[in-house]
């Protein structure tokens, strides 16, 4: 074993997964994982702990993996978090834990990530009971969104013994862990589902069909269904589009109707009832994590797949490691090229897409170098499907329909950043609703310190 | 789960359903609609809401079964259960924000078309509650296909009943029947509410437009999710793009794309590859309707 690199883990050969909808990465073997946790040094103030947005107690996990103490590992991971196998795939560890480890000054850092997805995935497997609760508080908390912010303050108010329950406006639970994160990247029934279970299993309640500003109001839940908390983690999921011509033409889609039809409805298979539309040749505009997803779903439906994105590739604020997936299996990415408008048929199809070269200014406020366009240089692309993956902002549905809940100009709901606290009395809120579109190791984040507010402000009553 | 609580056909191939769902019934509002999904395969398909019972706890709704998932609908029977039932979705009308005694000054003129009677009937009912009259126009292609007529009789002040072909009322479209009542019978109307199918909704709001009428339409375009998280449902009202399932669904005619709206209705009318809907859906190529359908289309093509 070379101490400088990771045990590589195996991948679905590119050519073949670019036809299937199978889990792309394999996963670490308990041999590979034992291997990969004995890099581990074991630091006396890690760093990596630091770099995990939920703390978890990374090389105490690591030293039971080492160890073969795999339900150890597990009871440690579950102290911190109920979404490991979630997690361990698809949060970005480059910038998080594994962004922070020693070993990856001078080498390869640990592989923090696939260690807990393998710990998550072997407690699955060998049906590790992680339900310890404390005692019944008979106190009732609503959550609102089951998505990662939802799911873990809910798991952590219940493993402090409320009676918690979620509220969910779509028919499944998971937020975007089903309807957005393809199951390439994301096992649906395997992964997601069973996680959920796990917290069903801490005794969290959870009603789907409810939209929380339709169905039910905040303030009934508080007056009439007497929630002494409630916590929204409604997310963005409202979708972002250019404002350019041509942009309501049948082939045009926002990426979130692309992959709910695909992903939560499962139109990627005939015996589902829920259609989806696919292009011979699909231009994917946007250059975020959704637009990898959609790409290469794309491409798994047999399209040829374009990345079109304004910046260059260095610029690309999709994880290195999806944009090096989506490359091998045939993602065409074409970089500095902006669309200015979508052409029709004489049906009124999309039939190509013309866009205009950019180049690179000085950096603008986010730090990354402003694109310009460049006079002259409009191109067609024979396109005839484009999927529209600039971003999300969060849905006005439950500001609009709640007094006293103060937005910002972002439409986010305005809350104290320690405690989560909004401007209403016993409304804590978190995740992308608070954020707009981030991930979903923040929104778990948010999730769990709302629960530790919550649960000191009804201590104290 | 969804409980069926009554089934009845009310004309060939339209359907009335009561299903118990307390939150939706303890919400519902005319104008809205609700999502229906018969189990864990089928599509979401987007229903509008023809009655409510609060204290039941149960929302009506009346659909045609003319695609593949309204034609699985049409298969449960009383006792059995929908899956999914989700709502009240969109906005209520508009009218239920005005001010009544305001309200109470204007003569409405509603206009179904079809199935369109299903989503119209509460609003005539709302006003028939809240101690106001007003007059109906119902459209069908024929006799066979009119629903709710005696409904409609009993909470509006005049009902006007138009067929295609002169089976039933006067032979005709809504559109003449609407020019006969203003220019010779000196009907005059402030305000128009007009539900079918988007071609009848078109020449509606192309009819009304002339005499200045403030007229409304409740589109029916594609959906998935209902709460606008997707778009799909996306139209264009005055050359803004506003989503139907939360900005509407209910729109002013005379600010609508009906062109745009339905070429998207019928994007997945070609759909290549799904043996499923080829198969079982043998309506969709003569039918105008959107894939899986919801009520407010009618016998109409």
């Given at each position: 074993m070379d101490r400088m690199k990771k045990v590589p883990v195996k991948e679905q050969d590119p050519k073949v997964r670019a036809k299937n909808f199978n889990e792309v990465c394999l996963g670490y073997t308990e041999e590979e994982a034992v291997i990969?946790?004995?890099?581990?040094?074991?630091?006396?103030?890690?760093?990596?702990?630091?770099?995990?947005?939920?703390?978890?107690?990374?090389?105490?996990?690591?030293?039971?993996?080492?160890?073969r103490e795999f339900e150890k590992a597990a009871k440690v991971i579950a102290k911190y978090s109920s979404l490991p196998s979630v997690c361990g795939r698809v949060c970005p560890q480059e910038t998080q834990c594994e962004g922070k480890c020693v070993l990856g000054i001078k080498g390869e850092p640990v592989s923090i990530g696939k260690l807990e997805r393998f710990v998550g995935d072997w407690s699955r497997e060998n049906n590790i009971n992680l339900t310890d609760t404390e005692p019944k508080k008979n106190k009732k908390v609503a959550v609102i969104g089951s998505g990662p912010a939802g799911l873990t303050c809910a798991g952590d108010l219940a493993k402090k013994g409320y009676d918690v329950t979620i509220f969910e406006a779509l028919h499944e639970t998971g937020g975007v862990l089903v309807y957005g994160i393809p199951e390439f990247r994301l096992p649906k029934d395997k992964v997601v589902k069973s996680e959920i279970e796990n917290i069903k299993k801490l005794g969290v309640k959870i009603e789907t069909n409810v939209i929380v500003g339709r169905t039910a109001k905040i303030d009934k839940l508080i007056k009439e269904e007497h929630y002494e908390a409630i916590f929204i983690g409604s997310g963005a999921g409202l979708p972002k589009f250019m404002g350019i011509p041509g942009e309501n033409l049948n082939g045009v889609f926002a990426a979130n109707e692309f992959l709910t039809r695909v992903n939560l409805m499962k139109a990627y298979r005939t015996d589902y009832a829920t259609p989806v539309k696919i292009g011979k040749k699909v231009a994917v505009v946007g250059g975020?994590?959704?637009?990898?997803?959609?790409?290469?779903?794309?491409?798994?439906?047999?399209?040829?797949?374009?990345?079109?994105?304004?910046?260059?590739?260095?610029?690309?604020?999709?994880?290195?490691?999806?944009?090096?997936?989506?490359?091998?299996?045939?993602?065409?990415?074409?970089?500095?090229?902006?669309?200015?408008?979508?052409?029709?048929?004489e049906n009124g199809w999309v039939k190509g897409m013309k866009c205009i070269r950019m180049e690179l200014g000085q950096p603008d406020k986010s730090g990354r170098r402003r694109p310009i366009p460049m006079e002259g240089s409009e191109f067609i692309i024979d396109v005839d499907m484009v999927i529209m993956s600039l971003g999300t902002s969060p849905n006005p549905l439950i500001p609009s329909t709640t007094e006293g809940l103060d937005i910002n100009k972002w439409k986010c709901i305005v809350v104290d950043e320690e405690t989560c606290k909004t401007s209403k009395e016993k409304v804590y809120a978190g995740g992308d609703a608070v954020t707009g579109a981030a991930t979903v190791i923040l929104a778990m984040e948010a999730g769990k310190k709302a629960a530790k507010a919550i649960h000191e402000h009804l201590l104290k009553k | 789960m969804f409980k069926i609580i009554k089934k009845k056909v009310l004309v060939p191939n339209i359907y009335l359903m009561d299903v118990e769902a307390p939150r939706v019934a303890s919400t519902a509002m005319p104008g809205q609609f609700v999502i229906v999904k018969t189990d864990e395969k089928g599509e979401r398909v987007p229903l509008t809401i023809c009655d409510y019972d609060r204290e039941r706890g149960t929302v009506t709704i009346v659909f045609?079964?003319?695609?593949?998932?309204?034609?699985?609908?049409?298969?449960?029977?009383?006792?059995?259960?929908?899956?999914?039932?989700?709502?009240?979705?969109?906005?209520?009308?508009?009218?239920?924000?005005?001010?009544?005694?305001?309200?109470?000054?204007?003569?409405?003129?509603?206009?179904?078309?079809?199935?369109?009677?299903?989503?119209?009937?509460?609003?005539?009912?709302?006003?028939?509650?809240?101690?106001?009259?007003?007059?109906?126009?119902?459209?069908?292609?024929?006799?066979?296909?009119?629903?709710?007529?005696d409904e409609m009789r009993a909470v509006a002040d005049n009902v006007y009943v138009t067929t295609d072909d002169g089976s039933y009322g006067t032979k005709g479209?809504?559109?003449?029947?609407?020019?006969?009542?203003?220019?010779?019978?000196?009907?005059?109307?402030?305000?128009?509410?007009?539900?079918?199918?988007?071609?009848?909704?078109?020449?509606?709001?192309?009819?009304?437009?002339?005499?200045?009428?403030?007229?409304?339409?409740?589109?029916?375009?594609?959906?998935?999710?209902?709460?606008?998280?997707?778009?799909?449902?996306?139209?264009?009202?005055?050359?803004?793009?506003?989503?139907?399932?939360?900005?509407?669904?209910?729109?002013?005619?005379h600010l609508v794309d009906f062109d745009e709206a339905m070429r998207r209705q019928a994007m997945y009318k070609t759909e290549e590859g799904r043996e499923k809907l080829k198969m079982e859906e043998p309506n969709q190529d003569k039918h105008h309707h959107h894939h899986g359908g919801c009520g407010c289309c009618g016998g109409e093509e």
């Amino acid at each position: 074993m070379d101490r400088m690199k990771k045990v590589p883990v195996k991948e679905q050969d590119p050519k073949v997964r670019a036809k299937n909808f199978n889990e792309v990465c394999l996963g670490y073997t308990e041999e590979e994982a034992v291997i990969e946790a004995s890099r581990c040094l074991n630091c006396k103030n890690p760093l990596c702990v630091k770099g995990c947005p939920v703390s978890i107690d990374i090389p105490l996990f690591i030293q039971h993996v080492k160890n073969r103490e795999f339900e150890k590992a597990a009871k440690v991971i579950a102290k911190y978090s109920s979404l490991p196998s979630v997690c361990g795939r698809v949060c970005p560890q480059e910038t998080q834990c594994e962004g922070k480890c020693v070993l990856g000054i001078k080498g390869e850092p640990v592989s923090i990530g696939k260690l807990e997805r393998f710990v998550g995935d072997w407690s699955r497997e060998n049906n590790i009971n992680l339900t310890d609760t404390e005692p019944k508080k008979n106190k009732k908390v609503a959550v609102i969104g089951s998505g990662p912010a939802g799911l873990t303050c809910a798991g952590d108010l219940a493993k402090k013994g409320y009676d918690v329950t979620i509220f969910e406006a779509l028919h499944e639970t998971g937020g975007v862990l089903v309807y957005g994160i393809p199951e390439f990247r994301l096992p649906k029934d395997k992964v997601v589902k069973s996680e959920i279970e796990n917290i069903k299993k801490l005794g969290v309640k959870i009603e789907t069909n409810v939209i929380v500003g339709r169905t039910a109001k905040i303030d009934k839940l508080i007056k009439e269904e007497h929630y002494e908390a409630i916590f929204i983690g409604s997310g963005a999921g409202l979708p972002k589009f250019m404002g350019i011509p041509g942009e309501n033409l049948n082939g045009v889609f926002a990426a979130n109707e692309f992959l709910t039809r695909v992903n939560l409805m499962k139109a990627y298979r005939t015996d589902y009832a829920t259609p989806v539309k696919i292009g011979k040749k699909v231009a994917v505009v946007g250059g975020g994590n959704v637009a990898m997803d959609a790409a290469r779903t794309a491409l798994r439906l047999g399209a040829e797949a374009h990345i079109v994105y304004r910046r260059s590739e260095e610029e690309l604020p999709a994880r290195v490691e999806e944009v090096h997936h989506a490359k091998e299996e045939g993602v065409n990415f074409d970089l500095l090229t902006n669309p200015v408008e979508i052409l029709s048929d004489e049906n009124g199809w999309v039939k190509g897409m013309k866009c205009i070269r950019m180049e690179l200014g000085q950096p603008d406020k986010s730090g990354r170098r402003r694109p310009i366009p460049m006079e002259g240089s409009e191109f067609i692309i024979d396109v005839d499907m484009v999927i529209m993956s600039l971003g999300t902002s969060p849905n006005p549905l439950i500001p609009s329909t709640t007094e006293g809940l103060d937005i910002n100009k972002w439409k986010c709901i305005v809350v104290d950043e320690e405690t989560c606290k909004t401007s209403k009395e016993k409304v804590y809120a978190g995740g992308d609703a608070v954020t707009g579109a981030a991930t979903v190791i923040l929104a778990m984040e948010a999730g769990k310190k709302a629960a530790k507010a919550i649960h000191e402000h009804l201590l104290k009553k | 789960m969804f409980k069926i609580i009554k089934k009845k056909v009310l004309v060939p191939n339209i359907y009335l359903m009561d299903v118990e769902a307390p939150r939706v019934a303890s919400t519902a509002m005319p104008g809205q609609f609700v999502i229906v999904k018969t189990d864990e395969k089928g599509e979401r398909v987007p229903l509008t809401i023809c009655d409510y019972d609060r204290e039941r706890g149960t929302v009506t709704i009346v659909f045609q079964a003319v695609g593949y998932s309204t034609i699985e609908m049409a298969k449960y029977e009383e006792g059995q259960y929908f899956q999914d039932f989700v709502g009240p979705l969109g906005k209520p009308s508009e009218f239920l924000n005005e001010d009544i005694q305001e309200l109470k000054n204007k003569k409405v003129l509603f206009i179904s078309g079809g199935v369109g009677a299903a989503p119209v009937y509460p609003q005539v009912k709302w006003f028939h509650d809240n101690g106001m009259k007003s007059d109906v126009i119902m459209g069908v292609r024929t006799k066979e296909l009119l629903i709710l007529e005696d409904e409609m009789r009993a909470v509006a002040d005049n009902v006007y009943v138009t067929t295609d072909d002169g089976s039933y009322g006067t032979k005709g479209l809504v559109t003449e029947k609407f020019k006969e009542l203003v220019e010779n019978q000196g009907k005059k109307y402030d305000y128009v509410v007009a539900i079918g199918p988007i071609i009848m909704m078109k020449y509606a709001a192309l009819t009304t437009k002339p005499y200045g009428i403030k007229t409304i339409v409740s589109m029916n375009p594609l959906m998935v999710d209902g709460t606008g998280m997707c778009g799909a449902c996306r139209v264009t009202i005055g050359n803004e793009t506003k989503f139907a399932c939360v900005d509407g669904p209910e729109f002013d005619g005379h600010l609508v794309d009906f062109d745009e709206a339905m070429r998207r209705q019928a994007m997945y009318k070609t759909e290549e590859g799904r043996e499923k809907l080829k198969m079982e859906e043998p309506n969709q190529d003569k039918h105008h309707h959107h894939h899986g359908g919801c009520g407010c289309c009618g016998g109409e093509e």
